[in-house]
């Protein structure tokens, strides 16, 4: 079974940072991306970053600067910073892999998702 867990949410004040973490576990063959995405009260889920992992990393315009996306491979573990936060970045965070499982006979990728963490932004 692969999990991805997040992790790091909170409550910050405008102008300060924080930093998600999404750990992947489980028997894992291969990662071949993992993505950040938000969803705002009332709003569609957006894609924020994504990281492959023999790749460069890409960015939502309105993050660009801001946030940055990067990970440790020895974890399997992908950060995402957030500095200068503002309330209008308020959102469930949730981390989505593309992983191949170890029991994968065919080799392709599962999309997984993570539960999500809870950032809020104060003004």
């Known amino acids: 079974q692969v999990q991805l867990v997040e992790s790091g949410g909170g409550l910050v004040q405008a102008g300060g940072s924080l930093r998600l973490s999404c ?4 028997r894992i063959r291969r990662i071949n991306a993992i993505r950040w995405h938000r969803q705002a009260p009332g709003k569609q889920r957006e894609l924020v970053a994504t990281i492959p992992w ?5 960015y939502a315009d309105s993050m660009k600067g801001r946030f940055t996306i990067s990970r440790d491979n020895n974890k399997n573990t992908v950060y995402l910073q957030m500095n200068n936060l503002k309330p209008e970045d308020t959102a469930v965070y949730y981390c989505n892999g593309d992983i191949v499982p170890m029991y ?3 080799d392709r990728p599962i999309d997984y998702w993570g539960q999500g963490t809870q950032v809020t932004v104060s003004s």
């Open 23 to 26: 750990a992947a576990s489980g």
């Open 104 to 106: 994968s006979v065919l």
């Open 54 to 58: 023999g790749g460069t990393p890409s």
